[in-house]
């Protein structure tokens, strides 16, 4: 069948789809792509007759059609050929390429071989080249090296035969009598001593040198005795010319050619004690630094440091103790009878000496010393020796306190606690006397206390109480008085000042003259106060001698002694300034009003404890006492055991020594304790007694009731016109007793807060003896009874024991100002609190 009618455009045989024609076209494309490159590779350029025929070919193909089968499969092969042929030529292209690339590497690497071959032949000629050159820079540096040793070798050797070489040099130098202590030379010569003997004591295995180092010690023990001559000729001579100039002085003043007042006065001293010192220290502080240098390093230079401390010491002690002697002395003769400008004078003498000797010291020598210490110490003995036989010889109490306080304070505290260096044995010195000083305050505060406190006898004027309080308020009220009427003058006479002016200025004149007056009037009552702020009784020479005296003696004390010294002193003096105001108490009850007498003694002793209160210290101290209460037991439990007392086992005797022996007993007393138990106890006593004399008839009144109460026989009763009797009485004592004695506190106590505390369980024991009393005829008598008695209701009472003493309270404000107790209250606020708490 044509196959030309396969794929015609109507009614074809095969007829192929859109997708199948666009590969077909696809792959023709492909085809004459292919075509194209093979023509046009650079291998074969293609010629004019190539392209006539290819062209020639295409309208070929493009005329001939295909019939047959045969003919398309003819085409294919044709094409496939041509395709392959096409594709063949460009690998065959290529593989002409790679074999010229392969001949010339080959010829390349023939090239490459034969430059190895050259660099192989100059590297075997440059190992040989290398090898003598390494060889010879090797014996090259071998030879330096040798020639270095040698070198070395021959340098070591001159230095070392340069220490054994300078012995002869040294001895001649030495041998020289021009030779100088102080000249260059000689420290050049200690130097190398110095060197040579450090060289053969560190190299001893060198032949002959111990036996140079015997030639350098001897050297060194020469240059040595001439330094130790030199400063000692030195110091000889600055000590010949003080005391040469000393005899002088002392030669023509007892001759009477020169002044002895020019003499002795202090720039001449001090130029002569120190200026002779100050010329040779030039001359002796560079040989004395070569000394210190050394005296580290070797022990002979120590020993004459040493040497040299101890002759300036000795030096000095001999020019300086006879003008210490002589100048505490002068002060001894100049402040004969005032000990303690007599104290404070000698210690700032040999004060100021010590420190000029320390700083002088340390001008001539740098390294520290004990013997400066020792010789500043020895020098302040000649102040001991001066004050202490005076020191012991005082009796006054506040010479002695005053000598502790310069000692301690002024001496010890303030200069020797500072410059502790220079002032050390100064201050051992003023320790010694203040420990002096202080047992011998200590001795004589026991017999003042003894003699003035415990023993002391008062006076009639000592006991007058309360007419020395009531003379001293009636002095201040005239006082008062006085400056009032002072101050009215003083307003009246600034009043006439307006007449004078004229009229146009009389109305502002008057103004300011009322707003004057009206100012006065407002501070009146504050200048009253400032003149009657506090009792008779608060002034310090009105209270009673022993305890004035007990506080002053421990204020004295408190900084004078150490504080046990201190708490025992204190212990004693308060217990018996207790004693001494206890006994006061009763003779001013055997001449006055028992009143009188316990608000003296509470008073005394509130001042007592005020005025301790200051002090830091415990009051309490350590008492002992052997505990022989077992004694007993222990002695009849070896009756009992009678039988065992010589047995081997649970011996009796043995048990009775063991546990029959006393006990010691420690106990501690407090002063403080022991002034607030016995301001307690006479607080209650002044209670217990203003309660009694109120209430004296209603005590005695419940006391025979209750004895009839007691009574076997028939029940007594007392009638009730006598106990309307005994109300109205005690009603009575209530109005004039009371106030007495609200008048007696604010006399004695002069403290709104304390008086208070006092009168409250007064008021409180009144109204409760009432409450008794109340119930007592409630409980005994019939209405029209109780209305004859007209016992008043305990809230009664306490209405008009509080009227009472309001009305009291308001006289004493006619004379006080109210504000004039604020200051006093807000400063014993906190000890009327203890005070409360003590009452209660």
Request: proline content about 3%; charged content about 25%; some cysteine.
């Amino acid at each position: 069948m044509n196959l030309i009618n396969w794929d015609r455009m109507e009614d074809a045989l095969a007829p192929l789809s859109d997708k199948q024609k666009y590969l077909i076209a696809c792959l023709e494309e492909e085809v004459m792509k292919t075509d194209v490159e093979n023509y046009n590779s650079p291998s074969s350029k293609p010629t004019d007759d190539s392209l006539n025929q290819q062209q020639h070919d295409d309208d070929n193909k493009q005329i001939e059609k295909i019939e047959t089968c045969r003919e398309l499969l003819k085409l294919y092969a044709t094409l496939e050929t041509k395709c392959e042929s096409s594709e063949y030529t460009r690998y065959s292209n290529y593989l002409e390429q790679l074999k010229t690339r392969r001949d010339e590497c080959q010829s390349l690497c023939k090239n490459i071989e034969d430059a190895l071959d050259d660099f192989a032949q100059l590297s075997r000629q440059y190992a040989i080249v290398s090898g003598k050159t390494t060889s010879l820079h090797s014996a090259t540096e071998q030879l330096i090296s040798e020639q270095e040793k040698l070198n070395d070798l021959v340098n070591q050797i001159g230095q070392y035969t340069k220490y054994f070489k300078e012995s002869n040099f040294i001895m001649d130098k030495l041998d020289s009598p021009s030779l100088s202590v102080r000249s260059d030379t000689f420290i050049d010569i200690t130097e190398k001593i110095e060197k040579n003997i450090e060289f053969m004591e560190k190299n001893d295995k060198f032949k002959e040198a111990s036996s140079y180092l015997v030639k350098y010690r001897h050297c060194q023990s020469r240059v040595i005795n001439m330094m130790h001559n030199w400063i000692m000729s030195l110091l000889d001579e600055a000590t010949k010319s003080i005391l040469n100039q000393n005899e002088d002085f002392s030669e023509l003043n007892h001759q009477g050619q020169t002044d002895s007042s020019l003499i002795n006065t202090p720039d001449t001293i001090m130029a002569l004690l120190y200026g002779r010192f100050q010329q040779i220290l030039p001359k002796m502080r560079p040989i004395v630094n070569i000394i210190e240098k050394r005296s580290y390093k070797r022990q002979e230079y120590d020993s004459l440091l040493a040497d040299c401390h101890q002759k300036y010491l000795t030096k000095r002690g001999m020019v300086l103790v006879p003008s210490v002697q002589m100048g505490l002395q002068s002060a001894k003769d100049k402040y004969n009878g005032d000990h303690c400008s007599h104290v404070r004078h000698a210690c700032s003498l040999l004060l100021h000496a010590s420190i000029d000797e320390y700083r002088l010291f340390y001008q001539f020598f740098d390294k520290k010393t004990s013997a400066l210490t020792e010789y500043l110490e020895s020098l302040c003995t000649s102040l001991y020796d001066s004050l202490r036989p005076s020191i012991i010889n005082i009796i006054h109490l506040e010479t002695l306190a005053e000598i502790c306080c310069i000692l301690r304070i002024e001496m010890l505290e303030e200069h020797v606690h500072n410059n502790m260096e220079a002032l050390e044995g100064f201050g051992n010195v003023c320790l010694q006397l203040l420990h002096d000083a202080q047992e011998r305050l200590v001795y004589r505060a026991h017999l003042y206390l003894q003699s003035d406190i415990q023993g002391y006898n008062p006076s009639p004027g000592d006991l007058a109480y309360p007419d020395k309080l009531k003379m001293m308020e009636d002095i201040a009220e005239s006082l008062r008085e006085e400056d009032r009427q002072a101050r009215i003058k003083k307003i009246s006479v600034t009043s006439l000042v307006p007449s004078v002016i004229g009229s146009s200025n009389e109305s502002l004149n008057l103004k300011q003259e009322q707003q004057q007056q009206q100012k006065h009037i407002a501070f009146e009552p504050l200048m009253q106060k400032s003149s009657v702020s506090n009792s008779p009784a608060d002034l310090h020479g009105m209270w009673y001698p022993t305890v004035r005296r007990t506080l002053v003696c421990l204020s004295r004390l408190y900084r004078c002694v150490d504080r046990p010294v201190f708490q025992s002193l204190s212990h004693d003096a308060i217990t018996f300034c207790v004693e001494s105001v206890e006994n006061a108490k009763e003779k001013i009850q055997q001449r006055s009003t028992e009143i009188d007498a316990l608000l003296f003694q509470i008073k005394h002793l509130l001042i007592l404890r005020e005025q301790i209160a200051p002090f830091q210290v415990d009051f309490t101290i350590k008492e002992y006492s052997l505990d022989f209460s077992k004694v007993k037991t222990a002695a009849f439990g070896l009756l009992e055991k009678r039988s065992r007392l010589f047995a081997l086992s649970n011996n009796a005797l043995l048990e009775f020594l063991l546990e029959g022996a006393p006990r010691m007993k420690e106990h501690l007393i407090d002063s403080r304790k022991h002034v607030d138990a016995k301001l307690k106890a006479s607080c209650q006593r002044l209670i217990q007694h203003c309660t009694d004399i109120i209430v004296e008839p209603i005590n005695q009144l419940l006391e025979q009731s209750k004895q009839n109460n007691n009574n076997n026989d028939e029940v007594i009763k007392i009638e009730a016109q006598q106990v309307a009797k005994v109300v109205s009485e005690s009603l009575r004592l209530i109005k004039f007793r009371l106030p007495s004695i609200q008048q007696s506190m604010q006399l004695y106590l002069a403290n709104k807060e304390t008086e208070c505390i006092l009168f409250k369980p007064i008021r409180n024991n009144v109204v409760g003896i009432f409450a008794q009393l109340s119930h007592f005829i409630y409980a005994n008598y019939s209405t029209e009874e109780q209305l004859l008695i007209a016992c008043p209701l305990p809230e009664q009472i306490s209405i008009m024991l509080s009227s009472t003493s309001l009305s009291h309270g308001k006289s004493i404000e006619n004379l006080k100002s109210p504000t004039s107790t604020q200051p006093e209250e807000q400063s014993s606020h906190n000890n009327n609190n203890s005070f409360a708490d003590i009452v209660n």
